[in-house]
């Protein structure tokens, strides 16, 4: 969730009871008058629907509107890209591996369920015999993702990068 609006002073004009824009919006949501911006933002794992972090509040200094939303896209950047968290949830730093992990069991959910396969009696009985182990269907798109990012953590592990916030670009330039 991403709110971003302005509470205007007394003094201003857009914060005076007969004012009336000419596209109908709402006086929190216009921007460039030097009044305080304020924010309330909440920021989820995509997977595990935990709250990473949440502010509702003043953002201290900030008056532009430009200068607001580049603040909370940088809090999504950290907080989504695994780097740690503010000093009362801290917790260790996603790994690689972990990073990979998660994003494709995202990927997972997010296609429909496969169609159920269904086995011969011949191929029954021989599952039976063999003691053959099912295997879980998996769709052509989410092996070619996890083919081509599976090797990315032996990679960096072989770099010294352990951690998903310490790849850079030149990394996955030699990946």
């Known amino acids: 969730m991403r709110d971003i609006y302005a509470r205007h002073r007394p003094r201003c004009r857009y914060a005076q009871p007969d004012f009336k824009d000419t596209k109908g919006r709402p006086a929190r949501t216009i921007f460039g008058c030097g009044c305080p911006i304020y924010a309330r933002v909440e920021i989820r794992d ?69 169609k159920p396969v269904t086995l011969s009696d011949s191929v029954i009985s021989f599952r039976k015999t063999k003691k053959v182990a099912a295997v879980e269907p998996i769709s052509d798109s989410i092996r070619k993702i996890s083919d081509v990012i599976t090797p990315l953590a032996a990679f960096m592990a072989g770099k010294g990068v352990t951690y998903l916030k310490d790849v850079k670009t030149e990394h996955l330039n030699q990946f």
């Open 46 to 114: 995509s997977v595990t629907k935990d709250v990473l972090f949440q502010y509702n509040g003043s953002l201290k200094g900030i008056t532009a509107r430009e200068a607001a939303e580049e603040l909370v896209n940088t809090w999504f950047v950290k907080y989504l890209s695994g780097e740690t968290p503010a000093a009362h949830t801290q917790e260790a730093a996603v790994t690689i591996e972990d990073a990979i992990k998660r994003y494709l069991a995202e990927k997972r959910s997010a296609l429909p369920p496969p």
